[in-house]
């Protein structure tokens, strides 16, 4: 069975920093890309970034570039996402998906950013 | 990259069907054939329903359907159920490995 379990969210106050973590089992991590997509609470999903099966490719929407970064521990079945200079308008919950399809998500980990 | 246009809500009684939109541009849904649907329940996480414009995962009831017209793809559903209120959201792959989301579809089963 695939599973995919976010962690690492929080309450960070504006420009802190916080890494989220994903943990894949029940397939084999390495050849799928993966990627990060949030939900504002009450809103729609928003695509924020994905990595390549070799970690080679990263790509980011244009609201976080420069500010978040994507990574991979493919022995490690494990995607991460360094956020760092937090905005409010960042609060959301967090989802990590694989496959170029976004075919399995996880549960979400919570990220509010605020004073 | 702005996203891409659904209608906030659509509605109908178990039996019917009911076809969701989704506007995007030439840069997005009309130059790629990779428009993905996805199911979300309240509190749960997304579910891929379509992927490639109309094809269907291991799993997902035939009742659903996806296809495309230049800038706009479309999900049916038809024999509505209970089962189906949910949200709905497509996604559409927006060149150089981005994706852009819909704004989101509330279904309502009256």
């Known amino acids: 069975e695939v599973q995919l379990v976010e962690s690492g969210g929080g309450l960070v106050q504006p420009g802190g920093s916080l890494r989220l973590s994903c943990a894949a089992s029940g397939f084999t991590f390495s050849s799928y890309w993966m990627s990060w997509v949030r939900q504002a609470p009450g809103k729609g999903l928003e695509w924020v970034a994905n990595i390549k099966q070799d970690g080679s490719e990263k790509y980011y929407v244009d609201s976080v570039k420069g500010r978040f970064t994507i990574s991979r521990d493919n022995a490690k079945n494990s995607l991460y996402l360094q956020m760092n200079s937090l905005r409010a308008e960042d609060t959301a919950v967090y989802y990590c998906?694989?496959?170029?399809?976004?075919?399995?998500w996880g549960q979400g980990t919570l990220v509010t950013v605020s004073s | 990259q702005s996203a891409l246009t659904q209608p906030a809500s659509v509605s109908g009684s178990p039996g019917q069907s009911i076809t969701i939109s989704c506007t995007g541009t030439s840069s997005d849904v009309g130059s790629y054939n990779l428009v993905s649907w996805y199911q979300q329940h309240p509190g749960k996480a997304p579910k891929l329903m379509i992927y490639?414009?109309?094809k269907r995962p291991s799993g997902v009831s035939n009742r659903f359907s996806g296809s495309k017209s230049g800038n706009t793809a479309s999900l049916t559903i038809s024999g509505l159920q209970a089962e189906d209120e949910a949200d709905y959201y497509c996604c559409s792959y927006a060149g150089s490995s981005t994706f852009l989301f819909g704004t989101g579809t509330k279904v309502t089963v009256l």
């Open positions: 998906a694989a496959g170029s399809r976004l075919s399995y």
């Open positions: 490639e414009g109309s």
